[in-house]
């Protein structure tokens, strides 16, 4: 019993465990060789996920049969973490930034 959304959300895990090692250097075609450049590729995939999960919704609600509710869910979950992710590494961003400036040289 493995639906579709299962098996992505599996291989995300399996890609995010690889770049937590350290053995896998680029994401898709694009290399992310910085900070700032692996923050780009962050907010891409974040931009992605709630692209694709309101198509799904979309097509659900119109009532296509090639999508299930717990596709829709699950996509729609993943979009919400990924935000809520992404919002809290602003938040972290910021902080360290304002700690930077506070400091004196």
């Not at 250097?25 to 891409?44: D, I, K």
């Not at 996920?49 to 919704?57: K, N, P």
């Amino acid at each position: 019993m493995t639906s579709p959304a299962f098996v992505d959300a599996l291989q995300q895990l399996s890609s995010l465990a690889e770049q937590a090692q350290g053995t896998a250097s680029f994401r898709g075609n694009q290399a992310a060789t910085s900070f700032a450049g692996e923050l780009q590729v962050s907010l891409q995939r974040i931009n992605q996920l709630q692209q694709t999960a309101g198509t799904q919704a979309n097509a659900f609600q119109a009532g296509s049969s090639e999508v299930s509710l717990s596709d829709v869910m699950a996509d729609s979950q993943k979009a919400s973490v990924a935000f809520q992710m992404g919002v809290q590494v602003r938040n972290r961003l910021l902080t360290a930034y304002k700690d930077v400036m506070a400091m004196q040289v």
